[in-house]
């Protein structure tokens, strides 16, 4: 028996509890989702997320494959362990969000920006980043040494415990290194 497909349209989804549940597909566009609880929820089939917005939200463990985000918001979200493999993000933003412990592998970021997210003990593992701005952003002991980038910008962040800071295809601005 197959699992069902998420889907929504432009409705405002406040306070529900999707934990634990997996869906083969997501087709979920321009939807409000406030302060709901989607952790270790997976989406394991495809589909795509276009110009929702999540606030306060629990996305813990989220595993997402062959999904692509566009135009997505996120503020405030707990997003640590996710799990992203394949994924293709085109002008989503990030803020106030923490990812501490995920993993995404072979995800596409375009377009994007990072305000004051923390990837602590976070893993890119073979993915791409492009024409994205990080800002006032920490990274402990995260592994940015298999993503391939270009035009990326950080702007204020914090880099503590690296084992190789990413040089090519980047720049940095007032960003401090620690041990």
Do not use: H
């Not at 707990?78 to 995404?104: I, K, N, P, Q």
């Not at 997210?117 to 976070?122: A, D, L, T």
């Amino acid at each position: 028996m197959s699992a069902a497909d998420f889907t929504g349209r432009g409705a405002i989804i406040r306070g529900e509890d999707y934990r634990g549940r997996s869906f083969e597909r997501a087709d979920v566009r321009f939807c409000s989702f406030l302060e709901t609880n989607m952790a270790y929820m997976e989406v394991c089939g495809g589909g795509s997320f276009v110009g929702n917005g999540w606030e306060n939200c629990s996305l813990f463990a989220w595993k997402l494959s062959g999904v692509v985000m566009e135009m997505e918001r996120f503020q405030r979200c707990s997003m640590g362990g996710t799990g992203f493999a394949g994924l293709r993000m085109e002008g989503v933003r990030f803020r106030d969000c923490t990812f501490a412990g995920s993993v995404w592998t072979g995800t596409a970021v375009r377009g994007g920006a990072f305000e004051n997210c923390n990837f602590r003990g976070m893993r890119f593992a073979k993915g791409s980043i492009e024409k994205t701005t990080f800002q006032n952003c920490v990274f402990d002991r995260t592994d940015l040494s298999a993503v391939r980038m270009r035009r990326v910008r950080f702007c204020g962040c914090v880099f503590r415990n690296m084992e190789r800071m990413p040089e090519e295809g980047c720049g940095y601005k007032d960003c401090v290194v620690a041990r």
